[in-house]
């Protein structure tokens, strides 16, 4: 059974930096993209930041910059490194993992449980 487990946000000052952690638990064949999505209040869920597996990143055009979507394979872990972090950050963040079930043919998406940053002075 595979499980995404994320680290734990928080309250940070703007301008400030926070970084959350995913790892995949489990048996699995393999991982591909990883992938670091948010939920904003009052808007709709949007892709923040994603790797692939030889380590290519795409960031929305919100956090370019401030963002960064390291991964360690051995780990089986993907981070999100928030810098220069504003009020609109606030958001649930969420990743999310494509991933091929041991002795399956097809990939499927799993998602952590979600972790709640607030930026706030």
């Known amino acids: 059974q595979v499980q995404l487990v994320e680290s734990r946000g928080g309250l940070v000052q703007p301008g400030g930096s926070l970084t959350l952690s995913c790892v995949v638990n489990?048996?699995?064949?393999?991982?591909?993209?990883m992938n670091w999505h948010r939920q904003r209040p009052g808007k709709e869920p949007e892709l923040v930041a994603s790797?692939?597996?030889?380590?290519?990143?795409d960031y929305a055009d919100l956090v370019r910059g401030r963002f960064i979507i390291p991964r360690d394979n051995a780990k089986n872990s993907v981070y999100l490194q928030m810098n220069n972090l504003e009020p609109e950050d606030t958001a649930v963040y969420l990743c999310?993992?494509?991933?091929?079930?041991?002795?399956?043919?097809?990939?499927?998406?799993?998602w952590g449980q979600g972790t709640q940053v607030t930026v706030s002075s």
């Open positions: 999310n993992v494509l991933i091929r079930p041991t002795g399956a043919a097809d990939w499927t998406r799993y």
């Open positions: 489990g048996t699995f064949a393999a991982l591909n993209f």
């Open positions: 790797i692939t597996v030889g380590g290519r990143q």
